[in-house]
């Protein structure tokens, strides 16, 4: 079975609230979906104590306890990290080991090179990393079969998502917009 996973831009707290409650509506577990978003946008909703760990690729901290509440607090392992060029973020879900650790010091570096980890065009990585930098959120769920990833993609676009992707580790990623 391939892993499929299905990524998406969110522009606001709210929107990517509101995908993220669909998602788990429709039966996705939280524990398979991922956020990525600025950490000076989430902080409140997300915990609020950190602390600093040795640094593991550009890990630089992990957020814990204390989750105040959101829907997006609700998703397994939350952690911010610092990423060289992009700066904090906070991420929450499966996501952070593909931006903790090899991928992210690999000779691409960042967000882009754990998104290429993942199975992200290159192109569409750098274009995430860009939308991160700008404030926005990225989304990603996995999808066991084709009918979920149709479900996730429906979702991601009734909730006027952006730069929707498919990627699959055992095939070519598929770029819809």
């Known amino acids: 079975m ?4 299905v990524f998406c831009i969110a522009t606001s707290h709210s ?7 669909n998602l788990q509506k429709a039966g996705f577990p939280a524990a398979e979906i991922s956020v990525l978003l600025p950490a000076d946008e989430g902080k ?3 915990g609020h104590v950190k602390s600093s760990k040795a ?7 992990a957020v814990t306890g204390g989750v105040t509440g959101g829907v997006i607090g609700l998703l397994a392992g ?20 593909a931006l903790s650790g ?3 010091g690999g000779a691409t570096g960042g967000i882009v090179g754990g998104l290429i980890g993942l199975g992200i065009p290159e192109i569409e990585a750098k274009r995430y ?9 990225l989304i990603s769920v996995h999808a066991q079969d084709g009918d979920r990833k149709d479900l996730a993609k429906n979702i991601f676009k009734t909730a006027g998502a952006e730069d929707i992707t498919v990627s699959s580790m055992s095939k070519t990623p598929v770029t819809t917009h």
């Not at 640094?55 to 901290?61: N, S």
């Not at 939350?78 to 080991?97: E, N, R």
């Open 44 to 46: 409140h909703d997300i």
């Open 78 to 97: 939350i952690g911010a990290l610092a990423i060289p060029g992009v700066g904090p973020l906070i991420a929450a879900g499966p996501i952070i080991a």
């Open 2 to 5: 391939s892993k499929t996973s």
């Open 55 to 61: 640094p593991e690729g550009a890990t630089t901290g």
């Open 129 to 137: 990393e860009e939308k991160l930098k700008a404030g926005n959120y």
């Open 102 to 104: 090899a991928a992210v």
């Open 15 to 21: 929107q990517a609230e509101r995908i993220v409650e």
